[in-house]
């Protein structure tokens, strides 16, 4: 049997993604499939699919929003501010962070979880430079190095590539999990992933 990838494409700035992260990573390591993780910046994703940053939404999708957050976060148990202190700054040095472990050979996983739960759960400021390189360090990485990848035209690269390339595939949000080219976007259709994933199935498509 060929191995099973998928392309996860997400943002640290996403509580979406947070809420999914853990039980992702969990459910792609106990079906034995290679992770791609593709962080990417969501304002030209959003201009190519039609889709609005926050401020710009209804009131009412905005309140529905914070519903539906609380709902997940007690369904996933876990600790999620509603209004983090740090929201605004762009995660684009934790994103790169991501791109620049992985790049290295190793597995973003561990970080991608401290980051996440730094901004959602813990109000650090995860665009400040001190902050991405003590959870680098925390997650057992080369945090100086890693944290000078990160700022690197090759890795800035690398980031928009996954935009391009998220756009292709027609991803609309952060998380969006890419399986044989069918994505499944939103934390909550991780069910449905697992069910693609063991059965095997062909790609869904328009």
């Not at 009131?59 to 519903?67: D, G, K, Q, S, V």
């Not at 650090?124 to 000078?148: C, I, P, Q, R």
């Not at 934390?187 to 693609?196: I, P, S």
């Amino acid at each position: 049997m060929s191995e099973i990838t998928v392309d996860y494409f997400y943002t640290h700035g996403s509580p979406w993604a947070y809420l999914g992260h853990d039980h992702f990573v969990e459910m792609a390591a106990r079906h034995g499939v290679k992770v791609r993780y593709r962080p990417v910046f969501l304002g030209p994703v959003f201009e190519a699919t039609g889709g609005l940053p926050l401020p710009k939404r209804h009131p009412a999708r905005r309140h529905y929003r914070l519903i539906e957050l609380q709902r997940w976060r007690d369904k996933r148990a876990l600790p999620l501010n509603l209004q983090p202190a740090f929201a605004n700054p762009a995660p684009t040095l934790a994103d790169c962070a991501a791109i620049a472990i992985q790049e290295a050979g190793e597995s973003p996983a561990d970080f991608s979880h401290r980051a996440f739960r730094a901004m959602w759960a813990y109000d650090k400021d995860v665009a400040d430079e001190h902050v991405v390189e003590g959870m680098l360090a925390d997650a057992g990485h080369d945090a100086h190095a890693l944290l000078t990848a990160a700022k690197s035209d090759a890795v800035k690269a690398i980031y928009e590539q996954n935009q391009a390339d998220g756009i292709a595939l027609e991803i609309i949000g952060s998380p969006c999990y890419v399986l044989r080219g069918e994505p499944f976007w939103g934390q909550d259709r991780l069910d449905l992933l697992e069910e693609a994933i063991v059965s095997g199935r062909h790609p869904y498509a328009p």
